[in-house]
């Protein structure tokens, strides 16, 4: 294998990890809506974590390594109509779950307060916080960013 | 996969196999974290569980039945033995067919997991060992995405431009012709012996060209390679080996008299 071979393997490893992490934060975002025991809120955060995880590492990791790759490979280049698109696109996404990020944080926050003062039974307030619309609407955003990233790669308009 | 550009109608099939491979993939991710983490809450063992069922299983089989469909319209059991059973191929058919084998019994061991967990039998070590089964079928996968991406045991397009040159004059010469997507040769008819074909791309996007089981290193659009070949008298199919190409048309019957 070439140094092409592998950044273009590491590209869609990244690119695996990013839309992987992303289908599994979409698992506990909807997990996470019937919850209001501030325990549960709080475990579930914790697996969350490994989304968020994969998310931060896939993010930078696709970008870097496909811009890479497109200056490695001469049929491609990173100022092509698609290549554009799938930048600005890719920024949108980033913009979008670092906000879904912020609100989902809220509810943590919250779970933790309610846990430090003994409150461990079922609370209105975390459970509204975990149906957050504002943090939904973000990571709906992203992922609908994400996905057009992958048919803007696959079907490469304008190549 | 994602970053080749290739021939028309392949897109839709290859888009459906990533979507239903990182389905899957962010499911089993899902399914191994809430089960580790679970610590003895039912919630999570279930959400663990029901990950599998409901997001790796519909994914996995969209990843499968795509990839299937990419097979044949890449026209892979189309082609002599040899070249269909590429390594980064088998790798592809181990991780799809063996590890969703493995996937079948990690989901009935969770079911019954699952259904012990709600009569209070226990249940918890059932589910652990569904985790070390989506564990494994993770770690295939990531090895599949590199083998499908990577292509480990084909020619390169890094590789070195010339390949099965021999010392002496071969009896033929055949300049080939590379574009999208077909093979234009000088000559359709040549002795036998040594035959020297000069492959140019004149193409847009990289082509490989095999005969009588050699092949070129990948050849860059504007770049040429040379292969010699000592060919017996009979015909010869050719073709070029990146995915898809010989389908759409590059292809083709050399005879050699």
Redesign the interface.
Known sequence: ??????V??L???A??TL??????S???VV?LRTVEEPD?TL??S??AM??TG?IVVGLPSVIGL?IW?AIL????RPWHGWAIAAIVLWAIAAAAVSRSFIEYAKSTRKARELMASRQFGPSSELRALNRTSTGLLFRAVASAAIVLI??D????PG? | MLAAIRPAGQDLPVLLHIVGATLAFGGLLASVSAIAFARGQVRLLRLGYFSLLLVVLPGWALMWLAGEWIYHKQGWNGLPGQLKHETWLQIGFVVGDYLGLLFLLTLLIGGIGIFRLRSGKGGTGLLNATMVGAVVIALGYVVAVWAMTGKPGQPSAAAAPVSGAQAGTPAATVNVVATEFKFTLSRQQVPNGRVLFTVVNRGKIAHDFSIGGRTTPLITPGKRAELTVTLAAGRFFYLCTVPGHANAGMKGMLTVK
């Open positions: 294998m070439s140094l092409q071979d592998w273009f393997a590209h869609l490893v690119a695996a839309v992987g992490g992303l289908v599994m979409w698992i506990f997990a549960l475990n579930l914790r697996v490994v989304a994969a496909g790759l490979r001469p049929q491609l992958v048919v790669m696959i079907y490469k190549a």
